[in-house]
């Protein structure tokens, strides 16, 4: 049973570029939540999708970011014209509802180098 | 508005003895409150969740966290520390409202001395 899959592992951009990171959620977990972690802090919360829709995306920033996750196929963390402040590691969970007491699985994460 | 508080950056202990590692959380309504552990270039792993019900909660690897209410915290314990339990270990909560999102600590390092 395949937890969750997020691909690639490391990605190097230069300032400018598009960066593009994807998440498979766990099979019959239909939430999918993307979270950002820079060095020495903790995870802070992006977005948070179910299949088709963005439910909540406070934590993202308005411009350069989006995120999508369709009926089919991966979740897709997008980000624009990277800055040398996007490089973090970037984390994707999911989870089988948005019940408050289900915990989150969390793949092993993306991380981002801006050059 | 959410928040939680690991007050401690970093905790030492020598292997064999008990560990405590500290969470404050601030939510309104009743909580829902998770840890989770992540070891070097790893996705973080589900340790253990409070919803409701006995506030000592048992998890996984022998780890044990009590829910206190009066005094809002939600401290992870063990009673015998491994050199393996050294990672980054975060108190994480989430009201108990449908579609709220997690909020994260910032996360404490547990070094456990040979």
């Known amino acids: 049973n395949a937890g969750v899959m997020q691909n690639p592992r490391h990605l190097v951009r230069r300032r400018g570029q598009e960066a593009r990171l994807r998440c498979s959620p766990m099979?019959?977990?239909?939430?999918v939540y993307w979270y950002r972690q820079l060095p020495e802090e903790g995870l802070k919360f992006m977005v948070y999708?179910?299949?088709?829709?963005?439910?909540?995306e406070s934590g993202m920033p308005k411009e350069r970011f989006s995120a999508e996750f369709p009926k089919e196929g991966p979740s897709i963390l997008r980000i624009q014209q990277v800055v040398r402040g996007d490089s973090a590691a970037y984390f994707c969970?999911?989870?089988?509802?948005?019940?408050?007491?289900?915990?989150?699985?969390f793949g092993p994460g993306t991380r981002l180098t801006v050059l | 508005a959410q928040s939680v508080a690991q007050p401690e950056d970093q905790v030492n202990v020598a292997e064999g003895n008990p560990l405590t590692v500290k969470c404050t959380y601030s939510?309104?309504?009743?909580?829902?409150l998770f840890w989770y552990v992540q070891y070097p270039n790893r996705g973080l792993q589900f340790l253990l969740k409070?919803?409701?019900?006995?506030?000592l909660v048992k998890g996984s690897y022998g780890f044990e966290a009590e829910f206190n209410k009066s005094q809002t915290s939600f401290h992870l314990k063990k009673p015998s520390a491994l050199v393996s339990d050294s990672a980054l270990y975060f108190c994480?909560?989430?009201?108990?409202?449908?579609?709220?999102?997690?909020?994260f600590g910032k996360g404490t390092r547990l070094h456990i001395l040979p």
């Open positions: 969970a999911s989870s089988s509802s948005g019940v408050g007491y289900n915990e989150q699985f």
């Open positions: 099979k019959g977990h239909s939430h």
């Open positions: 999708l179910q299949k088709e829709n963005i439910i909540d």
């Open positions: 939510v309104s309504g009743n909580p829902y």
């Open positions: 409070y919803i409701t019900g006995d506030n």
């Open positions: 994480a909560v989430r009201a108990g409202n449908r579609d709220d999102k997690i909020i």
